[in-house]
């Protein structure tokens, strides 16, 4: 049977003082919906959201994750149980329903798909336990383990207040019985709404045997303001550096390290603090990573040292690299092994060669630079005339003097050498030597200090 999960994402989180819809508030870089969605992604393409406040931006977003999304409008918020009812909808016959909701994005996959396995041809449900429950739909069960009914604060005895274990929302079971079983849900309560909770009761009664499933409790933990907001930040934050630290990754301080994305990561690599992850990011072995950097999109090398206070955004880094500190790698740029970037250096859709090095204060934009070769302090490669952009090559083997400007189209040869304080308009050749600065004139017995 397949699964096709429900995401209920047409909350409006009042609460969030947002123009936005609560699912789609972010943390971790991403909204929580895009971080619910992917992990749902992994054990089936098929979701439907179910929308309502916000709904076109959310449709929007949502647009974005390659996956088999389908979208249920609830066109009134009436309870959670008529949300799922709206879902079922755009659910095929023969499957089976994961519900989720767009404000929870921290349940691991392995949970859901344990959930998924204890359904069979009944209901699951995912609860946790908190020492302090009060407020919550309490999980009253028999004696073999299965769910009989989710007792309210208010209709609990003290018996039952005394137990501890809650249901989290989340529920898996086949389309057919969650059709038969909401068709019987009524809103005969003081706010009108259609509960979900009372769809435990409803399936009991009918004789299904109701398994539960138990979550840790930063799984299952939703935001409803900007303050809870923070706390899955966090939550988020220390997930992913463990994961990193699992993985034998040397964290500085886990709680200055913020993963936004998937990170891989070969032996004996090592994070400093107030560093940012952001995207794909792909690390070899040994790798390390000082304090104040940002990567974003990067693939590193191993035995490559990227030095403090640098930003990496989509560039490739080879192996054997130093790189920084104060270094600027943009869109498209390619260090190769054993080259090296300094202070102040910014690259864009530039490689710079093997063993090749531009350690101060440089501009390399739409550059070729090849082997061996030396770029020297303030050099620049002048790529836009203000219409179009173009290239600047650089051969192996060749030194391009410190203040350099070279104007593109313009193409150095290998092993040829630049004059410091040159402004470049024509092509070097190999072996060659380009000079294009002024005559220095001295005047003798010139002074400013005059009798």
């Known amino acids: 049977m397949s699964v096709h999960t429900i995401v209920l ?20 870089g991403t909204s929580m919906l895009h971080k619910i969605c992917t992990t749902a992604g992994k054990i ?34 009436i ?3 008529d949300a799922v009812k709206c879902g ?37 449900i995912l609860t946790t336990v908190l020492d302090n429950p009060y407020g919550y739909g309490r999980v009253a069960k028999d004696d073999s383990g299965n769910a009989l009914s989710i007792v309210e604060e208010k209709d609990a005895t003290d018996v039952e207040r005394e137990i501890n ?23 005969n309560n003081a706010v009108g709404e259609y509960y979900l909770t009372d769809l435990i009761s409803i399936i009991n009664e009918k004789g299904y045997k109701i398994k539960t499933h138990e979550a840790s409790n930063n799984e299952v933990k939703g935001a409803n303001n900007k303050a809870e907001l923070a706390e899955l930040e966090a939550l988020y934050r220390d997930m992913k550096a463990q994961d990193l630290i699992d993985n034998g990754v040397t964290v500085a301080d886990p709680s200055r390290l913020d993963v936004r994305g998937d990170v891989q990561t070969g032996n004996d690599c090592s994070i400093d603090v107030n560093v940012i992850l952001e995207g794909n990011i792909i690390l070899g072995d040994n790798v390390s990573i000082g304090a104040n950097t940002i990567l974003k999109n990067a693939t590193i090398g191993s035995d490559t040292k990227i030095e403090a206070f640098s930003h990496i955004d989509q560039a490739m880094i080879g192996s054997n ?25 910014e690259t864009k859709n530039s490689t710079l060669g093997e063993g ?35 290239k600047t090559s650089i051969g192996d083997d060749s030194f391009i003097g410190s203040n350099t400007a070279l104007v593109a189209p313009v193409t150095v040869g290998s092993n ?29 017995n010139w002074s400013k200090k005059k009798d």
Do not use: W
Not at 104 to 122: A, G, H, M, N
Not at 327 to 345: H, P, Y
Not at 373 to 383: E, P, R, Y
Not at 421 to 439: E, F, H, Q, W
């Open 9 to 28: 994402a047409a909350g409006e989180g009042s609460r969030m003082k947002s123009k936005r819809a609560k699912s789609l508030q972010r943390i971790g």
């Open 44 to 77: 089936s393409p098929k979701i439907t959201l179910v929308v309502g406040f916000d709904q076109d931006s959310v449709i929007k977003e949502a647009n974005e994750y390659n996956l088999e999304i389908s979208i249920a409008e609830q066109p009134k918020a």
């Open 321 to 345: 690299c130093v790189i920084g500190p104060y270094a600027r790698l943009r869109e498209g740029s390619q260090i190769e092994n054993s080259a090296k970037v300094g202070n102040f250096v």
């Open 88 to 124: 079922l909808t755009q659910v095929e016959k023969e499957s089976k329903v994961l519900v989720l909701y767009g404000d929870v994005p921290l349940i691991q996959e392995d949970t859901l798909r344990k959930l998924i396995e204890t359904s069979d041809d009944s209901l699951s």
């Open 416 to 444: 040829a050498t630049v004059a410091a304080g040159s402004v470049i308009t024509k092509d070097v050749p190999d072996n060659g030597l380009g000079v294009a600065r002024s005559k220095q004139n001295n005047k003798e």
């Open 356 to 390: 090749s090095k531009a350690n101060h204060f440089t501009y390399l934009g739409d550059t070729e630079v090849g082997k061996s070769t030396n770029i020297g302090a303030g050099t620049i490669t002048c790529n836009y005339d203000g219409t179009k952009k173009h």
């Open 79 to 81: 309870g959670t149980g």
């Open 165 to 187: 274990e809650i249901f989290t929302g989340v529920l898996c079971g086949p389309k057919s019985l969650l059709d038969e079983g909401l068709s019987i849900i009524n809103n």
